[in-house]
Nanobody
Framework: QVQLVESGGGLVQPGGSLRLSCAAS????????MGWYRQAPGKQRELVAD???????DYKDSVKGRFTISRDNAKNTVYLQMNSLKPEDTAVYYC?????????WGQGTQVTVSS
């Protein structure tokens, strides 16, 4: 089975940084568009950033210039570097692998931005 495991979440002060990692089983990242989504309490899950197999990226407007998504296909891992974090970024962050026929989700990792 395909499995995605996120890590790197935690508590950080406003203005701080975190780097999230999503490790995929097998060679998953080589064949899928990978994305980071987040869901805050009482809110719907939303796209934060994604990256195609060709390396093209897309970001939610509110994180542009602060977040960077990248992938290392050799390591079957996708990253989300988050800088200049704001309290509004507090959410559970989920990794997604998107294949034309199937999508897979990680279990989520909590990011809390608070003083």
């Amino acid at each position: 089975q395909v499995q995605l495991v996120e890590s790197g979440g935690g508590l950080v002060q406003p203005g701080g940084s975190l780097r999230l990692s999503c490790a995929a089983s097998g060679s998953l990242c080589s064949f899928y568009t990978m994305g980071w989504y987040r869901q805050a309490p009482g809110k719907q899950r939303e796209l934060v950033a994604d990256i195609t197999t060709g390396g093209n990226t897309d970001y939610k407007d509110s994180v542009k210039g602060r977040f960077t998504i990248s992938r290392d296909n050799a390591k079957n891992t996708v990253y989300l570097q988050m800088n200049s974090l704001k309290p509004e970024d507090t959410a559970v962050y989920y990794c997604k692998a998107q294949h034309p026929l199937v999508e897979y989700w990680g279990q989520g990792t909590q990011v809390t931005v608070s003083s």
